[in-house]
Each structure stands twice: as structure tokens, then as C-alpha cells.
């Protein structure tokens, strides 16, 4: 599939592979899934892979810290190999959930300001406060907006998608076309 999303100029795909909720599954199933896609990371990296031929650069999307050391190192990798690839993109998303991606980028938001206020207060410009704007009897723009946001989710390598095509439920991805499909049904 990927090879006719590429050959029509398709310049960002991204599949959605291994949800974090998927660790609640039996070890036994978890352990294979993980040596299957330790196994395809490994082929996406080979010199005569598709991506390669097809200039793809690849970047995993998720709390990768939850994956087993082995498929982390493959997909950091696959990161590496891949970064000069700059005629499409492939991300792949790996203990991944939207919820965790919201979460993440608010982390990463806070992070920032903080570092931003502490950078103020060494100089002394921050009077020895060190606050968020934005409450409820400030009446300045709020430090954080959706545009902090955008900028720190894992998805912040693509522009937003035109299409998803998937066969679960998902917070993001708008203002996309959506379109559900049964997940037995090979409609495409």
C-alpha cells in the first residue's frame, strides 16, 4: 500500500502500529508482536528498501520508552538511517494513543514556559514570581496556547492529514476526511 500511496504522490502517511493499550494483552502476545515489528523495522532499513528507493524518511510517533529495548534501538535506527530521506514521510506510531500525545505536548508545554520563567528570574526580570499567566484574575493572554500545543505533539512532523483511513476510534487527526471501515474488509 505504501508503495502506490508514494508512486501517486502521497508525501505523509502514517500508520498507526501498536496502541499503548495493546500492553494489557497476554505477555506471550506482546513478546511476538514486538519480534514482528522488530522484524519489519529491521527490513525498512535495509539499503534496497522501499523507503530508500522512494526517498522516505521515517519517524516514530509515541512513549517509546515503553517499547522493548531491542525494538527501540531499531527504530532509533531506522530514525537515523532514514534522516537525509526528504521526499516523503513515514511515521509510524508506536505505543501510541492520542490521549498520551495530548498529555505529552501539555508536559512538553509546561516544561517550556518553565524553562522560559527561569530564564527570566536568573536575570532578574521575573521580581522573584514565577507564575503562568492566565488565571482568573490575570487578565493577559494565557501562556500556553493551541499553538504550544501543535508544535510539541508527536505528529508535529506532518502537516494535518487529509484522509484518515483506520479502523478505530481516535481523538486527533482533524480537520481530516474520516472514513471507517470494517477492519475485516479490505476495501481499498
Known sequence: MLKYCYELGVKYVTIYAFNIDNFRRRPEEVQSTMRLILEKIEDLIEE????????????FLGSLKLLSKPVRLAAERAVVATSRNSKAVLSICLAYTSSDEILHAVQECCEEKWDEGSALESKGAGNGLLFLKGNKNDKSKPSIVVKDLEKNIYAA????????????EIWGGLPGQQVFTDPLKETF
Request: hydrophobic letters at 40%; zero cysteines.
Open 48 to 59: 534496497e528498501s522501499m523507503v530508500n528507493h522512494y526517498g522516505v524518511r521515517i519517524y
Open 157 to 168: 512532523v506532518a502537516p494535518d492529514p487529509d484522509i484518515i483511513i483506520q479502523t478505530s
